[in-house]
């Protein structure tokens, strides 16, 4: 069933396991997160943003969540940028928006978030905003401290806005990075003991599974990955042509690669304890 994030999020933060956002990008992305999310019994949450045809996102996801009614599943925009952007998403048929303003100062962030989660309310859709900023991993070794969340930022920017769940950085990248990846267990641990909506890590990507562990184990419960899904789709279908079936009709090249995405998915959702969550 088509939900909520915030009720998947703050099941999964009671519980202590992290529940996979997956970026998706076509209706056969969508369709190996549901068959993941089937055959594990986990919750999941489909993330998808960008240039994307939104409104042909919606649809797939409607049509797999009709099929699956039994299955806890969020549909998130995935870094809107705007209001406009975060309304036509609900009106859509999104369940959940990001709103990211992390770029802007304190004030604007508090503002413009604001502004987005009595709109998404009003009609019981959750709220995703991020506070401190996710970088890229390519910048990582020289710009990682930069943007780092703060504790006291944190309450302050929850009792003004009321959002469900927040984004943090602390030491986390997206895409792929640059130099070893090190959280900031600590700051994420001062970070949760003042406030008690859900956490998430964009970046999920190459992070490594322990630090990912620990990051779970003290807050985060959602976990955003785009990079090692693709990159493991990818991988599959070089080894297809490069291999035995280097003949390979587009068909099957297609499910060779979405295969790879599905078996890195079921990875991380046994990984964080997503498994066999209803
Ligand atoms: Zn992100």
Redesign the pocket.
């Known amino acids: 069933m088509l939900i909520n994030m915030g009720i998947i999020l703050r099941e999964a933060k009671r519980e202590r396991f992290g529940v996979i956002a997956p970026s998706t990008f076509d209706g056969e992305s969508i369709r190996a997160c549901f068959d993941a999310a089937v055959e594990l019994r986990a919750p999941i949450i489909i993330n998808a943003g960008g240039s994307l045809d939104m409104g042909f996102i919606a649809d797939v996801v409607k049509f797999f969540s009709n099929k699956f009614t039994e299955l806890p599943v969020a549909l998130n925009l995935?870094?809107g940028k705007s209001f406009e952007a975060a309304a036509n998403a609900i009106r859509l048929g999104f369940t959940s928006v990001m709103i990211?303003y992390s770029t802007l100062n304190f004030e604007e962030n508090v503002r413009g978030t604001c502004e987005v989660v009595r709109m998404a309310h009003a009609v019981g859709v959750s709220v995703e905003a991020?506070l401190g900023h996710?970088g890229r991993g390519e910048d990582y070794e020289t710009d990682r401290s930069s943007y780092l969340t703060r504790a006291e930022e944190v309450v302050e920017f929850v009792k003004r806005t009321d959002v469900d769940c927040l984004?943090i950085a602390i030491g986390n990248a997206?895409g792929h990075y640059v130099g070893k990846p090190e959280l900031d267990i600590e700051r994420l641990k001062s970070i949760n003991s003042v406030t008690s909506i859900p956490l998430v890590l964009?970046?999920g990507s190459s992070t490594g599974d322990k630090n990912l562990k620990d990051a779970v184990a003290n807050g985060i419960a959602k976990i955003?990955i785009g990079t090692d899904l693709s990159v493991a789709g990818a991988n599959a279908i070089r080894d297809k042509v490069n291999g035995a079936d280097s003949t390979a009709k587009l068909r099957e090249v297609i499910i060779t690669g979405f295969e790879g995405y599905k078996n890195e998915l079921k990875r991380y959702l046994r990984l964080l304890g997503s498994a066999n969550r209803w």
């Open positions: 995935d870094h990211d991020e996710v984004a997206h964009h970046g955003n």
